[in-house]
């Protein structure tokens, strides 16, 4: 197991850099597992984390080529008898026409945010539903540290008082200063 989270972290930095997303609720201890395994990378560059994934399958299958055409990966089987790369994780993968605010701050698609927000059909102060921590999806843009969503969601009536499940506030799950001086700010003009 501790295999397959190594390598999962190593697969996630690559993809997506830097680990971006909010820490998963309580209960859901492997997604928490594969959190905590891909936010220890930290700041590992793509080149470091690919080239640590290729050594790592290689250790586990010798025989494995990373040049060969994902046609024969496929095909080709790891010591444990499975696709050697198919098999390792699963991408959580959301079709676009069920994505919503959340998942657009997420990724940081402030157009899609945009669009979300003038269609007059998002409350930008609601809590998220599909995960236990009540978070707002200023939550979700202070946490990644998207500022321009930020800011945005701001300009939007989002409220920077509104605390999660846990009792924190959005300036308070965030390292970056910029985002916590514009929170900060907001409130203050507010008062």
């Known amino acids: 197991k501790d295999q397959l989270l190594y390598l999962y972290a190593r697969y996630k930095q690559v993809k997506c ?6 820490k998963p609720g309580f209960f859901d201890f492997e997604g928490k597992q594969k959190w905590e395994a891909w936010k220890a990378l930290g700041d590992t560059s793509l080149e470091q984390a690919m080239q640590e994934y290729i050594d790592a399958v290689k250790k586990l299958d010798p025989t494995w080529n ?3 055409s994902e046609k024969k990966g496929k095909e080709g089987k790891s010591v444990y008898g499975g696709p050697v790369v198919s098999s390792l ?3 959580e993968t959301i079709r676009e026409e ?7 701050c ?3 698609n402030i157009d899609h945010v945009t669009k979300a927000i003038r269609s007059k059909k998002v409350d ?5 539903d599909k995960d236990d921590e009540g978070q707002t999806a200023l ?3 202070s946490t990644c540290e998207f500022s321009d969503i930020v800011e945005l969601l701001l300009q939007s009536g989002a409220n920077p008082a509104l605390r999660d499940t846990e009792g924190y506030l959005p300036e308070e799950v965030t ?3 910029v985002i916590i001086s514009m929170l900060q700010e907001h409130t203050a003009g507010k008062a």
């Open 17 to 22: 850099g830097r680990c971006n997303i909010p």
């Open 66 to 68: 990373p040049q060969i």
């Open 89 to 91: 994780y699963q991408e």
């Open 98 to 104: 069920d994505k919503n605010i959340f998942d657009y």
């Open 106 to 108: 997420r990724e940081n």
């Open 124 to 128: 930008v102060n609601a809590k998220d």
């Open 139 to 141: 939550h979700y843009a």
């Open 175 to 177: 390292d970056c200063r």
